[in-house]
């Protein structure tokens, strides 16, 4: 009878652990598709946009007989101005799908400036500490770090009416680990993520990616926790 009691329940524990791969295999796939989508999208609505209409212009420019220099050298000053917009957009695009900051300046900076920026342009006060990182942190690691930073801090900002938001970068024993905490509203995280909302399921597949673990501490009233820890050995089996 025990027996049949041990296995019966290590049958439901599989088929409830099939189901939950399937259900993230599938959220997985839509956000992909949902990120696609808003990339082309933005590359058709701004950059291409930008670019075809800057054509046009400079083609009429060079079409039509010299103007006056003074009225030449203003409309070259705006086509200038133009490019240099498309241009930022441009770099902005591909600063989401990839920071450069992590190749150039490392993990650390990367966090810190993520920080800055959140505080900057969302008015909430976005603390960040970190202290005893090893000296090169794995590209994976860093970068499943810093995505999973940034959905946190993007759902702390959205979500939660927080008004402090703290970021601690730290390390251990061969791994490395951040926390994210702010003083929001908080939420049912067994209902939320039933639902695979506020990016959880992104957040999921991105640490076990890298063998890392992942936990969501939220109460009503009493604010948010998103605390992952990645191994620096292994990381990308």
Do not use: W
């Not at 770099?91 to 799908?97: G, I, S, T």
């Not at 024993?173 to 067994?190: K, L, Q």
Request: glycine share 8%.
């Amino acid at each position: 009878m025990n027996d049949i009691t041990v296995r019966k329940r290590l049958e439901q524990a599989e088929r409830a652990h099939a189901q939950e791969v399937q259900a993230l295999a599938a959220g997985l796939m839509t956000a992909q598709e949902e990120e696609r989508r808003r990339v082309s999208r933005e590359l058709h609505d701004t950059i291409c946009q930008q670019l075809a209409s800057l054509a046009i212009d400079i083609a009429e420019l060079a079409a039509h007989p010299a103007p006056p220099p003074k009225e030449r050298l203003r409309r070259l000053r705006a086509l200038e101005a133009r490019v240099v917009k498309a241009s930022e957009e441009a770099r902005h695009l591909a600063y989401e799908l990839h920071p450069s900051v992590l190749d150039d300046l490392g993990l650390v900076s990367a966090l810190r400036a993520l920080c800055k920026e959140f505080s900057a342009k969302r008015q909430h006060t976005v603390e960040f500490t970190s202290g005893g990182l090893p000296g090169t942190v794995p590209r994976e690691v860093a970068a499943c770090l810093y995505r999973v930073t940034q959905e946190a801090l993007q759902n702390a900002t959205k979500h939660s009416t927080a008004n402090r938001i703290s970021v601690a970068l730290t390390s251990g024993e061969g791994t490395v680990s951040v926390s994210i905490e702010d003083d929001g509203v908080g939420f049912d995280v067994e209902r939320v993520k039933g639902r695979g909302g506020l990016g959880l399921i992104g957040m999921e597949e991105r640490v076990r990616m890298v063998n890392g673990k992942l936990s969501v501490a939220s109460q009503a009233g009493r604010g948010t926790r998103v605390a992952l820890t990645v191994p620096l050995l292994g990381a990308n089996l």
